[in-house]
């Protein structure tokens, strides 16, 4: 009789142990099906440094030189992404890319005070690997921005008297800008990101095109 008893009272915990089993699989696939798109955001600035590759064939010196510098830039910008779903981020940047005279191929030829400074901004998105510390991501950017040069090729912008030789133009141009990243998880509201691009400009008539790699540095915060 005690071991008809027993065998009883084991069945019940048994079925009691599937039965909860059960509902806990159940209570999780509908947590899976609640699953919001919306996952939160992440923003912050970064400081960047790269080299602009660009051909200027309308800028001619008086001595009958071609006038096309390429050098290393530096800048800063931001950007703001919103997470959805698992691994998509979406979101818009705009970063001011700066190239002075002194970090040109035509140091010896542009004046102190010359520059070609690139602003640029648009549309981003993508894939997020978000692991525990590290978050790897892949992804590209689509957007318009001005080219600013200023070349001076005599005088000095220390002083203000005119400047006999010297060309402004101002103009405008389209992008693809791929990119590759990874942030660094220091906390769950602030991670530590590098990123490297390439910008493609395109353009109709344009005397100057902003292509070259960027390297990226800075923090993001996320919600």
Known sequence: MM????????????TAAYAQKDI??????????????????????????GYLFGKNSSA????????????MTTGIGGSLRMNLWKYLRVGCEGYVSTMKSGATDMRDVLQSGSYVRVG?????????WRMEKIWPYIGAAVGGGAVRTLYVVEGTEADWLP???????????GYVNPYVGMDWCMTKRVHLTIRMDWMLAFADHQ?????????????????
């Not at 999780?28 to 960047?48: D, R």
């Open 24 to 49: 806990a699989s159940d209570s999780t696939a509908i947590a899976k099906e609640k699953t919001p798109v919306f996952q939160g955001y992440s923003g912050g600035m970064m400081l960047h440094a």
């Open 60 to 71: 001619v010196l008086p001595s009958g030189e071609n006038v096309s510098p390429q050098g």
């Open 207 to 223: 005397l100057l095109l902003p292509t070259g790699p960027r390297f990226f540095f800075g923090f993001m915060f996320c919600h």
């Open 120 to 128: 640029s901004g648009g549309l981003l998105a993508d894939a997020c």
């Open 163 to 173: 400047e006999e030789w010297a060309m402004l133009t101002k103009q405008g141009f």
């Open 3 to 14: 071991k008809k008893k027993l065998l009883f009272i084991l069945l019940i915990i048994t």
